[in-house]
């Protein structure tokens, strides 16, 4: 029975090479862990350093409501300005239509529906303003929220400064002590342990005047980063009171103007002409067809924006929050050209990015981003809805 289990195993007994290929397979087998594991620390390693080393960045977005120019009724373009002409000022004479006898009879329907538009304009004038009240106490809340911790950091940067002031006092009459034990000492008119007694009381004062001088130090930037908060917080406030008078000022103006227009088509009758006057100082971004060309009612026959009143904002991770300060500098590249300017102000709340931004999958994945304001002054002839590159300095 022995030697044929012997025999068996003499059978099964592996090849030398049937071996040498196994060890071979768990080499490599071993080698590609090996180097698996060095690649993905290798990616873990280079996030990390772009997430702590690299300089904030994000998309900026060029901003502003145009003004476009619309046909108050059918009519035919007698008249427009020519393709050439780009700069407009306040008054000038942009386009004239004709109205022919055949849309004569929609005047009263547009009349209607000129006075259903101001009535609307109206009731947005309400809502924006009621919004913007709102809005408006809840900022006036959070400043006195932000008035009260100062106040808090302040009266503990008193209390601080007292202490410490006491605790000097105190360390400078213990050392005092010490020396005049000390010298008691040497004329030996004291015992050691009245010596050593001063010795304590000293070291006990040193601690607690160091102790006493960190607490000031702590109390003291605590108060200096509230009262800066709080001025940041005024001028954010001061703006938004601002943008609520502009838009306001706007709604006004464009309730004026439809309320001129109700006017001018009581007058309009057949074969009469209308002028499309510039409301604003700007520029032409966009033109109807050539003169002879027919539009219907509320077609826009020529755009307008003003790029002294452009908005530059950024829109930015929210990892990189706390890399953004306001008078930080910002170097902008817009097409070929590169442009410095500095941060203006930064919303405190995340925002929802563009559509646009979002159709030119310029943007990750994120939902909401930090929206920053820009310095505009250094921007030289740019267009509402053009596009660029943010990179924040480092502070």
């Avoid at 929220?145 to 601080?160: G, I, P, S, V």
Wanted: charged letters at 30%.
């Amino acid at each position: 029975m022995a030697i044929k289990r012997l025999r068996r195993l003499e059978d099964n007994t592996p090849s030398v090479a049937e071996i040498s290929r196994n060890v071979t397979e768990k080499k490599t087998f071993f080698r590609r862990i090996r180097l698996v594991t060095i690649v993905l620390a290798l990616i873990v390693t280079a996030i990390i350093l772009y997430y702590n080393y690299s300089p904030a960045s994000g998309v900026v977005l060029i901003e502003e409501a145009s003004v476009p120019l619309r046909a108050p009724v059918a009519a035919e373009i007698k008249w427009i300005v020519s393709a050439k002409t780009k700069e407009v000022h306040k008054g000038d004479l942009l386009a004239t239509l004709f109205i022919s006898s055949t849309v004569n009879v929609g005047i009263s329907k547009d009349f209607l529906d000129r006075g259903m538009e101001a009535d609307r304009v109206k009731f947005d004038m309400a809502l924006t303003a009621m919004r913007f009240e709102l809005e408006s106490q809840r900022l006036e809340q959070e400043e006195l929220r932000l008035k009260l911790e100062q106040k808090t950091a302040n009266d503990e940067y008193q209390r601080a400064k007292i202490a410490m002031e006491k605790a000097q006092q105190i360390f400078e009459l213990d050392n005092k002590q010490k020396d005049k034990a000390e010298r008691l000492w040497n004329l030996d008119a004291i015992s050691i342990s009245d010596r050593q007694a001063a010795q304590r009381i000293y070291l006990t004062a040193e601690a607690d005047l160091k102790s006493a001088i960190l607490q000031y130090n702590e109390s003291k930037s605590k108060s200096e980063f509230a009262a800066e908060t709080l001025a940041q917080f005024k001028m954010g406030l001061d703006r938004h009171r601002q943008r609520l008078n502009e838009a306001v000022a706007a709604s006004r103006k464009y309730l004026k103007s439809s309320s001129a227009a109700i006017g001018n088509i009581r007058e309009l009758d057949s074969g009469y002409c209308i002028d499309l006057i510039s409301p604003i100082d700007g520029m032409i971004v966009d033109r109807m067809g050539p003169e002879g060309t027919f539009v219907d009612k509320g077609e826009t026959i020529l755009t307008l924006y003003d790029p002294r009143n452009i908005r530059v904002y950024a829109y930015v991770k929210a990892i990189w929050r706390n890399r953004l300060k306001q008078g930080q500098e910002v170097r902008i590249k817009m097409d070929q050209d590169y442009v410095k300017t500095t941060i203006s102000y930064v919303l405190p709340n995340l925002v929802a990015p563009p559509t646009q931004l979002r159709n030119q999958k310029m943007l990750s994945m994120e939902n909401y981003y930090i929206k920053v304001e820009l310095n505009r002054s250094p921007f030289r002839n740019v267009m509402p809805g053009q596009t660029g590159y943010a990179v924040f300095e480092k502070k």
